[in-house]
């Protein structure tokens, strides 16, 4: 990409910026610190991405570093409106002081600030009102004589806003991509067909500082020029400008004003190409899909140029050759794979939903035996496009994982997206065991990214007994009887309100199922709080939660990420973490629910001890006399990033629900050990304590020692003779500093080191 700097053309750029704001705010005011009249920098900018929560969201004001305690003073006379005191850092405190100005309301709030002020108190100009919390004050500008609601404006725009603040330093175009519409199909500039989204990673500057280097911009736009830059093809409404933050659009259109995989806090990057408008974007503060249709033009070679500048007219501008062409460049939609079940001895089935577009040829499949490594079985020359379901022949003992692939008839065939994975195991066990894949969210910086996922793997890997696999969709349905199988394995992840854990449909499937004696294993970040936290839940919801998952919902975040199993159940003696990328989660969880026991369950599981993790109950449900089970963990099963935990969490499952088979390699887990080992801390890193543990086949004499990063030792946690058997040590690091630690045991002949990582 080659950078082409004219100042006349961003003269002519920006010439019509004035005519977006018609209504435009030009109270100023001072800086928010002493002395009042000096600049301060600026780290973080009005309308740029924040990726601090799950779907993502505007930030809503300019972020002023200062140390915790500074006082922050009025920048206007006013009286306080607001002053709360979160109890806690002071993150979420705030004062809000209300001004008049010609006879109208303009509001201030000082955000993650400590109040020094009570509500009714008149301020002076200069006056403190708080002292900061962390390190840096939220300063909210609320336009002049309007509701609060939606009316937040940019504080340091242009003609208003931060008195006297001067910027020198230009923002800057990193990269330009180009991709299909509404899509995650990156096309190469030599190639750009049909509909085309341009995004761009804007860095804008604000300071010397690093913090005030990765802002967002203020104005940003696209026109398309001929090939030889003299003649403008194609100049979108308001002169190209696509985005101008002087006010924000909705918090629902964050991910269509931005390209989510891509941006987060620190990096902002823009779908240029969606809305309709800067001016029609801050009057509706709605931003609607767009793109670039090229073929509306003649295909051969154009130039688009990128264009963004700050509010004090520094700019950057950038000019892309690409060509176009006629070629079909869409795949066609992602299949939905449904089901894979098994026939008879000898032969299983699977079933999709066939895509809509008119262009379908087929489909492709692949299989693995791992899960990991994949091989085609057949292409859209056998899997045809009228066919939604195929059957083969199987006999192997391992499991068998499948994931479909649609292809359309163009010269060059374009292929789908994946569709989930799913799989079959079939073994002569008599063993009927459903995994129902319930788990539709994605995207976001609290879940998994793709729209497709393979998770079954995480389950169909963790016991040795025979399986089938489906989708939600298949119980709805209809197509799928949950009374048909033993035990079902329920996949929640992540999914909250809007995808919805359990649907009414799905409610009343599994209260017939547990009432007819079924046992059911459900993990789910969010489903308490669906069910019961959450203000929408129904009689219905709670209903189900209390009495049929067994369980009351406490908190929506427990902020741990280790589990530990509780004494006296079976699951005691697990030790695990869950939710750590680091750690072989696939992805981050961020709200993992806290849940207790309820109306006769019991407390298999605690979040380092503490607070609950996991219910299990064995008993009747409703007015039914048949005896159900039930085991609801409470944070995503799938998300125990170690194989060999997943396995016991699972083993000592199916031992609750008398579906252990004594002869699989997981109930060695539960055995008498047959070698040393030494296993893994959890969690790890830790603070201040970690969990070790380890295996003594023989009574041997054991010593579990810990050294420092110099080795020099600094515990012996483990000192005497030891039974055969798994024995787990709780290790609290109370007086050490952070840092690198190494543990070592030694038994007999038997010695072994591994290292971990206290994070004070």
Not at 264 to 277: A, D, L, M
Not at 361 to 381: A, F, P, V
């Amino acid at each position: 990409m080659k950078s082409i700097k004219s100042v006349i053309i961003i003269v002519i750029l920006f010439s019509s910026a004035g005519n977006l704001l018609a209504q435009y705010d030009t109270t100023k005011y001072l800086w928010p610190y002493s002395p009042m009249t000096l600049q301060r920098s600026i780290a973080g900018t009005f309308g740029e991405y924040r990726s601090t929560s799950v779907e993502g969201h505007y930030h809503n004001a300019v972020d002023i570093p200062n140390s915790a305690g500074t006082p922050v003073l009025a920048v206007l006379p006013g009286v306080v409106a607001v002053a709360y005191n979160d109890g806690s850092t002071g993150y979420d405190s705030y004062v809000r002081v209300t001004s008049q100005i010609n006879g109208q309301s303009k509001n201030i709030t000082y955000y993650h600030t400590n109040p020094s002020v009570s509500v009714g108190q008149s301020v002076l100009l200069g006056q403190q009102v708080s002292t900061v919390a962390i390190d840096h004050v939220h300063l909210i500008e609320y336009k002049l004589g309007t509701s609060l609601s939606g009316a937040q404006i940019n504080g340091i725009r242009e003609n208003g806003g931060l008195l006297n603040y001067v910027d020198t330093w230009k923002p800057h175009i990193r990269y330009v991509k180009f991709l299909l519409d509404g899509s995650t199909t990156f096309l190469s500039p030599n190639a750009l067909g049909s509909k085309v989204d341009i995004i761009a990673h804007i860095q804008e500057e604000n300071g010397i500082n690093s913090s005030a280097k990765n802002n967002g911009t203020y104005k940003i736009g696209y026109k398309i020029f001929s090939a030889d830059t003299q003649t403008v093809v194609y100049n979108p409404p308001d002169n190209g400008i696509r985005y101008q933050y002087y006010n924000l659009p909705g918090n629902q259109y964050v991910n269509v004003n931005y390209y989510q995989p891509e941006s987060n806090t620190s990096q902002h990057v823009y779908n240029i190409t969606n809305g309709s408008g800067a001016s029609n974007v801050m009057s509706t503060q709605a931003v609607s899909n767009n793109y670039w249709n090229v073929n509306n033009f003649p295909y051969g070679n154009y130039v688009v140029m990128i264009f963004t500048e700050d509010t004090r007219g520094n700019a950057d501008t950038v000019f892309i050759p690409v060509t176009t062409t006629d070629i079909d460049l869409i795949p066609p939609q992602q299949p939905a794979l449904d089901y894979v079940k098994r026939d008879d001895t000898n032969h299983f089935s699977f079933g999709w939903q066939t895509p809509p577009d008119a262009d379908l040829k087929g489909y492709r499949l692949y299989y693995s035996l791992n899960g990991s490594t994949y091989q085609l079985r057949d292409n859209e020359n056998v899997l045809n496009n009228t066919l939604n379901n195929f059957q083969y022949s199987y006999n192997q003992l391992q499991p068998l994982y499948l994931k479909l692939s649609a292809v359309d008839s163009a010269a060059i065939p374009n292929v789908s997206e994946q569709s989930d994975v799913y799989g079959v195991r079939m073994l002569n066990d008599d063993k009927k065991i459903l995994i129902v894949d319930g788990f539709d969210r994605y995207g976001g910086t609290g879940s998994w990214s793709h729209p497709y996922h393979d998770f079954v793997i995480s389950y169909g890997q963790s016991f040795d007994l025979s399986f089938e696999s489906c989708s939600n969709d298949e119980i709805i349905n209809g197509n799928f009887n949950l009374n048909d199988y033993q035990l079902v394995i329920w996949i929640c992840g992540d999914e909250s309100t809007v995808d919805e854990t359990f649907s009414a449909v799905e409610i009343g499937k599994v209260k017939a199922f547990l009432e007819n004696g079924g046992k059911l294993f459900v993990s789910g970040s969010e489903i308490a709080w669906d069910l019961e936290g959450e203000s929408s839940a129904t009689t219905s919801d709670k209903d189900f939660l209390h009495n049929y998952l067994k369980a009351q919902f406490v908190s929506d975040d427990s902020n741990i990420y280790g589990v530990l199993g509780s004494d006296s159940t079976a699951f005691a003696g697990l030790g695990f973490s869950y939710g750590i990328q680091g750690l072989g989660s696939p992805y981050i969880e961020d709200y993992p629910d806290i849940i207790q026991a309820y109306g006769g369950s019991t407390e298999i599981l605690k979040y380092n001890g503490i607070a609950g993790a996991g219910v299990a109950y064995s008993g009747t449900f409703g007015s039914s006399a048949a005896t159900g089970q039930v085991i609801y963990l409470s944070f995503p099963f799938e998300t125990i990033g170690d194989v060999n935990a997943r396995t016991q969490v699972m083993a000592a499952s199916l031992n609750y629900f008398g579906m252990l088979n004594p002869n699989s390699i997981h109930y060695e887990l539960y055995s008498t050990p047959t070698s040393y080992s030494l296993e893994q801390n959890y969690p790890n890193p830790f603070n201040p304590s970690t969990v070790i543990q380890y295996a003594v086949p023989v009574q041997s004499h054991v010593r579990l020692i810990i050294y420092d990063a110099l080795g020099r030792k600094v515990a012996e946690p483990v000192n005497e003779v030891k039974q055969s058997g798994r024995y787990k040590v709780n290790f609290a690091a109370n007086n050490l500093a952070s840092g690198v630690y190494f543990y070592t045991i030694r038994a007999a002949d038997f010695k072994a080191t591994n290292k971990m990582i206290l994070i004070r």
